[in-house]
T-cell receptor, first 110, second 110 residues
Framework: NAGVTQTPKFRVLKTGQSMTLLCAQD?????MYWYRQDPGMGLRLIHY???????AKGEVPDGYNVSRLKKQNFLLGLESAAPSQTSVYFC?????????FGPGTRLTVT | DAKTTQPPSMDCAEGRAANLPCNHS???????VYWYRQIHSQGPQYIIH???NNETNEMASLIITEDRKSSTLILPHATLRDTAVYYC???????????FGAGTILRVKS
């Protein structure tokens, strides 16, 4: 039981490039989330999903897109990366009370 | 979701109890108090949650005042591995959108 996994762990992008971050969970959870965390701050919700095939906007959705084609996977896409998107990205999943977080992806946009 | 107020930092001696306060004076009747912690660069980890009764698990105890306007997380015998940022969050169960503040940096010292 791996819990929540994220790939890649690190990535450096040039401004304007695109990429997709993958989150996978093996706990059969309905809900999945993408957060970003900037230095010295708490996590902010980007997008979330309440079930397969659904997505919704969180607090800071601009510049990101998501897809939940399979229940176990939640993809976060950056179509045209900007330096302001340099951050650590955390994925989480939950069934009811507690959210389980992945180890994070550290993204740098130059 | 109600806003929470936590001290920015606290120190605790190893082996002693760590008492982390949280104010949530605007909490509504159906909102729970959740505590998470984040050890350096890792994803947040669920600790405990409660509605109005005091709660205890293998990690910590949660004391909620009778008027529910504040709470205290207690780590009974703090160790160096408990050094982390501790987040107090209030939200509706099944609302599924955690709102993280800046949290409290707990430093456990030998």
């Amino acid at each position: 039981n791996a819990g929540v996994t994220q790939t890649p762990k690190f990535r450096v992008l040039k401004t304007g490039q695109s990429m997709t971050l993958l989150c996978a969970q093996d706990m059969n959870h309905e809900y999945m989330y993408w957060y970003r965390q900037d230095p010295g701050m708490g996590l902010r919700l980007i997008h979330y999903s309440v079930g397969e095939g659904t997505t919704a906007k969180g607090e800071v959705p601009d510049g990101y897109n998501v897809s939940r084609l399979k229940k176990q996977n939640f993809l976060l896409g950056l179509e045209s990366a900007a330096p302001s998107q340099t951050s650590v990205y955390f994925c989480a999943s939950s069934q009811s009370n507690e959210q389980y977080f992945g180890p994070g992806t550290r993204l740098t946009v130059t | 979701d109600a806003k929470t107020t936590q001290p920015p930092s606290m120190d605790c001696a190893e082996g002693r109890a760590a008492n982390l306060p949280c104010n949530h004076s605007t909490i509504s009747g159906n909102e729970y108090v959740y505590w998470y912690r984040q050890i350096h660069s890792q994803g947040p980890q669920y600790i405990i949650h409660g509605l109005k009764n005091n709660e205890t698990n293998e990690m910590a105890s949660l004391i909620i005042t009778e008027d529910r306007k504040s709470s205290t997380l207690i780590l009974p015998h703090a160790t160096l591995r408990d050094t982390a940022v501790y987040y107090c969050i209030v939200y509706m169960e099944y609302g599924n959108k955690l709102v993280f503040g800046a949290g409290t940096i707990l430093r456990v010292k030998s």
